[in-house]
């Protein structure tokens, strides 16, 4: 039986207060937790909060993102800038900042604590699904070596069990739920046992974008890709073909029942041909019995054609000419970098692919340690701080 998450909200008032910009629905308790929440759309803030304020009364701090909860760096981005400013005004315990998210704002989980897994201790899905996250082609399993991700599938869930074995598979860090139900009260336990290290002895990321290079004490400050080290495989979550219809954007439940693909949102301004209520029941002459044949019949897709669906609406048939396109997948080429401290002997061993400069923030109580990268010793970090080094030159102090 799969793992649910049961509403079980218990009528709490709370006496927090509910600052926290425009960025932000927020209810301030000084000095806690952090839950960072993202709703399942923007509309859904309000309800959302509503539903979640009795945190508070357990001593977090509650705000829920009003922004985008899409899969993208833009997205990411905008939660890590609105984001210093809540920690400050809550003067949260930096050790203790979880992320969650419902819905679409649960599958944005996965992509953002692959792409910023520094900013959390712990993050948890509800519902939602990671193959949007996926089929980024940015999801990188072994930035989330530290974090924790636990999923909570919806019942009935049709792609669950595959989904969590690719993530599984590629070594995505997905946790095991500890109860097959839970409520509020065993989700904030599960959180809260969870504290973020500021300097793990261990760190191991992956990326192709520059914007996107920190790795908690660690950046690489010039990518190479010509730097290559076949110790240091991709860590890449493999997606799919990511085939779909160019009819704009539309989103469906693949667990609701046929015929075809209910249509159940459209973006804000949607000015493509379809309407919600629409259901898509065949393409390109393929009979489509439900969201989950759809899914399984885009996947086979590996060519971009001319094509036409057939859309049932108001009891009525009616084609619409499109296409099967394919996404442009981007950071084909991608860096990755381990780092570990070595306490006995005091020294950093740096193990790194595509990299060709790179920028390290050692502690007071690391110094001095001796560095070595790829197997060259680069130098000795006297005392606490920034320093950094490039390919072929000496570790220094980075400049003021």
Known sequence: MPVRFVLLWMALATGATQPGGSSWQASIVPGGPVLVLLPASREGVQETFDRWRPAAQAGWSLAVWRGSVACSDATVSAIEQAL?????????????????????GASAVFYIASRRPDLWAAAAALGGNPRVAIETNRLFAANTALIPVLWLPRENDPLAASMARRLREAGYHLADPPKEQMTLSDLLAWLGSRRKETFPTKID?????????????????????????????????????????????????????????????????YKGPLRLGDRIVAVAGREIADGRAYLEFMERQTEERNTAVMVLRDGRRMRIETRIVLPKREEAQTARIQAEYLPDTREIFVVTRGVAGLRLDVPAFWAPVRINWNGLEAGVAERGGCWETEVGQPLRPCPR
Not at 208 to 230: K, M, S, V
Request: aromatic share 10%; glycine share 16%.
């Open 205 to 269: 990321c992956e990326t192709g974008h520059p914007g996107f290079a920190r790795c908690y004490w660690a950046e690489i400050t010039r990518l190479d890709f010509n730097q290559r080290n076949d110790a240091l495989p991709s860590s890449r979550v493999p997606p799919g073909s990511g085939a779909s219809l160019a009819l704009g954007g539309f989103g469906f439940d693949p667990a609701a029942p046929g015929p075809g693909v209910l249509v159940g949102w459209l973006p804000e301004n």
């Open 84 to 104: 210093g400013p809540l920690l400050t005004e809550s003067k949260a315990d930096q050790q203790r900042v979880y992320l969650v998210g419902e819905g679409a």
